[in-house]
């Protein structure tokens, strides 16, 4: 209920003025930490843009200041709103068995890309496992990074479902470009009007993972 309280009030806030107090932000962030062991990864992806609104006033201990909602964290809020009515409480427990590790391997080059599943305990045809295709003129004409990242995406979501589910998949790539967005979790860089940006095609791989509920690292 007090989830749903903030949450609320400060959609509600942010609807109006497209102004927040810094502290109910925080507030609604501290709620989704607190539910981490329940809500995994979506907790992490649904709060970037609400941790970034606030950062500049955490920072400086201004918890009264009111502090500017973009759209982006915007939509978080709705989402966390409309996430309430369907939380209620939840068993927390630790699987009976340590899931198998699952290792995908990556590659593209100005035209094309391939993948697929090096090692995975629990699947005996895994070597058969092979991701391949080609990339289209647009995408051709975009930067060596991005081809890296959407050629990963592809490999990821081109793999039979039960591939990565429930597991831990470790993504292996020979880009040291898409290794730094990827540790620091989208490239979290700030855009010339200071807004937060990040990688699309991290956050695309990031969902994809979400909806298979397994950790990629």
Sequence with gaps: ?????V???????ASRSGFVPARMIARVVGHVASAQLVLRRDGRIYCRFLNDAVRDAAAARRWSARVAVNADALAELARWVHATCRLGPAPIHEPPRRPAEVTLATDASDFAYGGGVIEAAHLP???????????SAADCLRGSTWREMRGAHRVFTGV??????HRRVTLLTDSLSFAQIFARGGSQ???ESGDLALHREFLALEHAACQLHCDVA
């Design 160 to 165: 039979p479902a039960d591939t990565g589910a």
């Design 189 to 191: 860089t700030r855009s």
């Design 125 to 135: 045809d895994a070597e058969t496992r092979v991701v391949r295709g080609t990339f």
């Design 1 to 5: 209920d007090k989830f749903r309280s």
């Design 7 to 13: 949450a609320t009030a400060a959609l509600t806030s």
